[in-house]
């Protein structure tokens, strides 16, 4: 048990916070890819993008913090399925003012309306509204008043009647930022802005974007196959087979290397690839190493090795079907014999809820033994319910089955935490 918990002290300290939207340095002359636009990245150095892939609602957060001080712009970028009404001018008036003071901490803040007609190529039921904030009075230790400039344009893309879309662009400046500094970076992020149809081309170019760093999601339609960086697990699970015996399980450690790989203890490497969304391509995984250290009596110290491949696709925004295949052995080192075993399991999760996964799963296992293969079969799900809450995941396996040829109901319950 100590040696456990300087294991998981250890993990914790090693992992950050997987729940959180991850940011990267906007890369040169990069593009912001959605279904129905493609939008230039801002240039120069000190910005920072997020992107959220979703169902019904795709966008990108780009954040800005020059020469090591904090964050003083803000892009927000984000594309809506299903064509809405649009805001009218006075209501985006409304909120951009009310955002500007905000931040600005003076709710009686000067607001000064400016320029910002659309182009003409985002259709003419565009919303475009700009304005200059300025604080009432300077602050102590400040010679000047601190300003914000806000933009906002909403539009239905033309080509696209099916989206809606919005950017928005905020700077704060506590020097004085001119106003035609702030037009002529706002009108270029504008002017810059590829408008497309969502034809099947591009919603699938749109989902091969996704070199973007991951989260991890709570519920299991949407959850990777593998942690995003940095990011820790530790379960610990408990079943058995009514009428065939007492209860089996174990407990496992593992930790995101990258966005792609991660690692399991005792020794398992596991690497993702595909598409994580699995929106429009499945994403795959592929797994080998040690997976499980035991101890009998009559066989001694059990290592148990394998390779697996998983898969995941989303068959709706809140449905996965999930499938793993595997192989398995199971060495021992009193008998120095190998004993070979497998697996394979398809499973349909359904996020019901946020933070409540339904779930209903076929499998076939082969137990590596010294007697006969102790083979199980069953229907059911594993897990049957999962409830996520903040960090923690708390299932409950039920199924009914056959054990060695002989019917039974296989129960159960996990525990899972992440980091």
């Known amino acids: ?21 991850r940011t990267r340095p906007v890369r040169d002359r990069e593009v912001l890819q959605l279904q129905s636009a493609v939008v230039p ?162 919603v699938a170019a749109a989902a091969r974007a996704d070199d973007f760093p991951k989260r991890f999601e709570p519920g299991l339609a949407r959850r990777s196959l593998t942690l995003p960086a940095g990011g820790f697990q530790w379960w610990v699970a408990r079943e058995r087979w009514l009428a065939h015996g007492g ?45 499980g250290i035991d101890h009998d009596a009559d066989r001694g110290t059990v290592w148990s090795y394998g390779v697996s491949a998983m898969g995941r696709k989303r068959l709706a925004p809140d449905v996965a079907l999930r499938g793993r295949l595997a192989a398995y052995g199971a060495h021992e080192s009193r008998t120095a014999r190998d004993r070979p075993g497998g697996a394979a399991s398809a499973e349909i999760v359904w996020d019901v809820l946020e933070y409540a996964t339904l779930g209903l799963e076929a499998g076939w296992h082969t137990i590596p033994s010294p007697g006969p293969d102790r083979t199980r079969v069953w229907i059911g799900a594993g897990p ?4 996520h809450l903040p960090f923690v995941d708390l299932a409950v396996v039920s199924a009914a089955g056959w054990h060695d040829g002989r019917p039974g109901v296989r129960v159960g319950a996990g525990f899972l935490l992440t980091l």
């Not at 009647?161 to 001119?178: F, N, S």
């Open 1 to 21: 048990m100590d040696r456990f918990a300087v294991v998981l002290v250890v993990g914790l300290l090693m992992s950050g916070c997987s729940w959180g939207p």
């Open 41 to 202: 990245a801002p240039a120069g150095p000190g910005w920072k993008v997020a992107r959220t892939f979703d169902v019904p609602v795709r966008g990108f957060e780009l954040v800005h913090a020059g020469d090591g001080r904090a964050r003083d712009r803000w892009i927000e970028i984000s594309e809506q399925d299903r064509r809405t009404v649009l805001p009218s001018g006075e209501a985006v008036l409304a909120q951009l003012s009310a955002e500007a003071r905000s931040k600005l901490g003076d709710p009686a803040a000067a607001i000064e309306a400016l320029d910002a007609s659309p182009p003409r190529t985002f259709g003419d039921a565009a919303v475009a509204v700009a304005i200059r904030a300025e604080e009432t009075a300077a602050k102590a230790g400040l010679l000047q008043k601190r300003v914000v400039h806000s933009a906002l344009i909403a539009f239905v893309p033309p080509a696209a009647p099916d989206r809606a879309c919005v950017i928005a662009y905020t700077a704060l400046d506590t020097g004085g930022l001119p106003d035609d500094d702030f037009a002529d970076s706002w009108r270029a992020l504008v002017d810059g802005v590829e408008l497309r149809p969502a034809s099947a081309a591009n």
């Open 247 to 291: 209860f089996t399980g174990g407990w496992g450690l593992a930790l995101g290397i990258t966005d792609r790989l991660e690692v399991g203890a005792p020794g398992a490497l596991r690497l993702s690839f595909g598409e994580v969304e699995a929106l429009e391509r499945p994403e795959l995984a592929v797994e080998a190493g040690l997976v």
């Open 384 to 387: 049957a319910v999962t409830l």
